[in-house]
Every structure is written in C-alpha cells, then in structure tokens.
C-alpha cells in the first residue's frame, strides 16, 4: 500500500539543525504536495513546509526562513532542513500528500507515523 515514512527526529539543542526524511513506497512523491506539519502537545497540527511537483515551496513566515523543504526525485525523498532550532519546534513531525497546495491538514492523505523532534538544552 501507499505509505510514508519519516526519520530523522531526535534530540537538538537550542541553535541546532536537524534534517527529516520523507521516503515514498508506491507513490510518486514528485506528482504530489508534500507537506511537512507538526503537532505539539496540546496544539493542533500544523503545517511547516510545503512542496508541490514544480518544485515550489511554502514555508510560513513566522518560521523566520529556518526551514528549508526540497526534494531528491532519484530517491524519492523530501527532506526538511531545520536550522536554528528553538524550543518550540518540538513535536512530531509528520509528512503526508496532497493534490492541493493547501496548508490544512484535512486536505493530505498517506501520513506517515511521525517522527518525535525534541530541542532542548
């Protein structure tokens, strides 16, 4: 079946750089919107970094340009850089697919499992 699978969450300080991977399995990641989102405890998902087939991406501007989301079509990947971490970029992060360039989470299918994102001194 169709899946995504994140990795590359873990433990960062406070300034550091993580990078998370998005793999495809029987889906094409480059025909699609790809979406990064978040969830905090407590808080409700939301999305970080988009990408659609073009190449185009989105990040929201409160992210102050920490993000960077790109993607390797040989691999079928979608990575998303983070960079100056703060605390509040803790959560699960969770990839998912979409046919819309739409930041609401209700409009993404195939999400992976989540990978757990923890920055802190």
């Known amino acids: 079946q169709v899946q995504l699978v994140e990795s590359g969450g873990g433990l960062a300080q406070p300034g550091g750089s993580l990078r998370l991977s998005c793999v495809g399995s029987?889906?094409?990641?480059?025909?699609?919107?790809i979406g990064w989102f978040r969830q905090a405890p407590g808080r409700e998902r939301e999305a970080v970094s988009l990408?659609?087939?073009?190449?185009?991406?989105y990040s929201p501007g409160s992210l102050e340009g920490r993000f960077t989301i790109s993607r390797d079509n040989a691999k079928n990947t979608v990575y998303l850089q983070m960079d100056r971490l703060k605390s509040e970029d803790s959560g699960v992060y969770s990839c998912?697919?979409?046919?819309?360039?739409?930041?609401?989470?209700?409009?993404?299918?195939?999400w992976g499992q989540g990978t757990q994102v923890t920055v802190s001194s």
């Open positions: 990408i659609d087939s073009a190449g185009t991406t």
């Open positions: 998912a697919a979409s046919t819309l360039w739409s930041v609401d989470p209700r409009d993404y299918d195939n």
């Open positions: 029987r889906i094409r990641l480059d025909r699609f919107v």
